[in-house]
């Protein structure tokens, strides 16, 4: 008996507890992942709500995630982000206003900063040493989750900034990989490149088989499915459209580049980037008291 305690213990020790939270309309994923022993916890990838049409925001899909970390009684030690969105605005200091925690991101978010100031005609008011984050995270980077350890792998191509967390048996890995049937992320924003991502997909795929995936993001697929935000290496390995099978880089490269030459321009990237390049900051008000996004023409 004494012997069958130690070891569910150990496995304790070794596995994350996930609650995902799905927002249908920037079909992004975020999830609250904790230590089952101490109730530590660290949030990745939330989600401010934004009308761009009328230009308000929100924080209903923020309060979701803030209300099941208060009646958990979790500790939010970390609000994580994979990577610079461009497809959402991140909720990372309101949630930080209400549960604490420092925000964290990838040391590759440094050339994002520089290649969108270049677009946004940003000049000395926006720095570009990754200052407005309160940690950037090196590749290979450990840091303690409780009983835990987070392990930061930098996995580029997507974007520059881009980072997968390992926590026990999990992964998250942004943007990177998509559900199998869908394939993996794009690779033609402003320092994105397919060969990086093979890369990282690979190093992604050299994690033990049974690791859970758990990305940002999903479609559906062309309807037939409910969303879907988990999947495990095994998985990908074997069924990923894009990379399964043992895609060579060569095939993964032509086939990555052909298909971005069709792909449109998010709604919200321009939005988007400026703010979560700021680590989720909006703007400051004008003396008017309001604030106000700047949109560039013709750039992308």
Not at 119 to 128: A, C, F, K, Q, V
Not at 258 to 287: F, H, K
């Amino acid at each position: 008996m004494f012997s069958l305690k130690i070891i569910k213990k150990k496995q304790l020790e070794m596995s994350a507890f996930v609650k995902t939270f799905f927002d249908e309309v920037t079909k992004n994923a975020t999830h609250v992942v904790h230590d089952p022993l101490s109730k530590s916890c660290v949030i990745i990838d939330t989600v401010l709500d934004f009308n761009f049409s009328s230009g308000k925001t929100g924080t209903l899909s923020a309060d979701k995630v803030i209300s099941y970390a208060l009646k958990k009684k979790l500790t939010t030690e970390w609000i994580l982000e994979t990577h610079i969105h461009a497809d959402h605005l991140t909720a990372a200091p309101y949630v930080q206003e209400k549960l604490g925690g420092k925000i964290g991101i990838g040391a590759g978010v440094v050339e994002v900063q520089e290649n969108f100031r270049k677009i946004y005609n940003h000049g000395s008011e926006l720095s570009t040493d990754g200052s407005q984050f309160d940690r950037l995270f090196s590749d290979e980077e450990k840091f303690p989750l409780g009983n835990l350890e987070v392990r930061v792998i930098h996995t580029p191509g997507h974007t520059p900034a881009c980072v997968t967390y390992v926590i026990g048996d999990t992964a998250f890995t942004g943007d990177t990989f998509l559900m199998p049937d869908l394939g993996t992320g794009r690779c033609d924003f402003p320092g994105g490149s397919a060969e990086q991502l093979y890369e990282s997909l690979v190093k992604i795929l050299s994690l033990p088989p049974n690791t859970r995936l758990f990305l940002n993001h999903d479609y559906g697929f062309q309807g037939k499915r409910k969303y879907g935000w988990e999947t495990t290496v095994a998985e990908q390995r074997e069924a990923n459209i894009h990379i399964g099978g043992s895609k060579t880089a060569a095939e993964f490269v032509a086939m990555r580049n052909d298909r971005d030459s069709t792909l449109s321009v998010p709604n919200l990237i321009l939005a988007a980037i400026q703010v979560n390049m700021r680590a989720g900051r909006l703007p400051a008000a004008e003396d008017n008291g309001v604030r106000y996004l700047r949109i560039p023409l013709n750039v992308l």
